[in-house]
């Protein structure tokens, strides 16, 4: 679908000038105009002085943080803009926390201006998601389990289903705690993480479906997880879908529209 982008307000940090120069190209050559450019991480809190961003585009490395600890600061601080990651970093452990506290996208060094609509195409739904549609229930009604051991994770998947229309959240930070709520409430859904401390996605799925009062619950399985054997092992245990980090805003609603209908 094209989307009509001039609107967007875009803030883009990255340290070479080249590398401006040849991103900002990429953005006016999809009708986007309005880009303030910051050299550093710390420029960008700076310039909320004159400018609201809908979007920050980061590199990895800043002279004086990483992409990092740039959209970490961000949470923090109840930024709620949507992130974007541009860079060459391929290490899965660095690209982690950025997965974590909620990017639209990650595009490599050099991308296409292919995946960089893919990138904006994400933004816009994060930005102005459509509720979900039920046949049966009301969204506004729908119990949710959250689980998630990231503070930051728990509060992009939150505001995500809020925007979808979902009210009724319970966020619990492990599998334990999971476990223990299930045996207190009922849920129409349960959002999982897969790697956490203690009792992981899979254990607490196998649980779920083994040894709950609540087996046919759906589970949705969300996680950054590389390895196939170990999403093999996710799929046979019973999950009802897996959805990977980072994720589009529309995979999410499509999801729960098509497990709760």
């Known amino acids: 679908m094209d989307y009509d982008y001039s609107e967007l307000q875009v ?36 310039k909320f002085v004159v400018a609201d961003p809908d979007l920050v585009i980061s590199a990895m490395y800043l002279p004086d943080m990483t992409g990092c600890d740039l959209v970490n600061q961000l949470r923090q601080d109840d930024y709620d803009m949507a992130f974007m990651l541009i860079s060459s970093e391929t290490n899965l452990s660095s690209l982690e926390p950025i997965k974590q506290a909620g990017a639209v996208a990650i ?67 492990d599998g334990q705690e999971a476990i223990e709520m299930l045996g207190e409430s009922f849920f129409d859904l349960v959002i999982t993480d897969y790697n956490m401390p203690g009792v992981n996605g899979l254990q607490l799925t196998e649980y779920i479906r083994d040894e709950s009062e609540q087996k046919s619950t759906p589970v949705i399985m969300i996680t950054s997880e590389g390895s196939s054997s170990k999403l093999e092992a996710i799929k046979h245990v019973g999950v009802s879908a897996i959805l990977n980090k980072p994720f589009e805003v529309s995979s999410m609603r499509n999801l729960i529209a098509s497990l709760l209908n």
């Open 11 to 46: 803030f883009l940090v990255e340290p070479s000038k080249t590398q401006q120069h040849i991103i900002s190209n990429f953005l006016k050559e999809v009708g986007i105009v309005n880009i303030i450019c910051c050299a550093k991480g710390e420029e960008v809190f700076e």
């Open 107 to 173: 595009l490599p060094k050099p991308f296409t201006l292919e995946a960089l609509k893919i990138g904006l195409s994400a933004t816009i739904e994060y930005l102005y998601p459509e509720h979900i549609e039920l046949e049966h229930l009301d969204v506004e009604d729908v119990a949710v389990l959250l689980v998630d051991d990231s503070p930051f994770a728990l509060k992009y998947i939150s505001r995500t289903l809020k925007e979808l229309g979902v009210e009724n959240i319970t966020e619990v930070n």
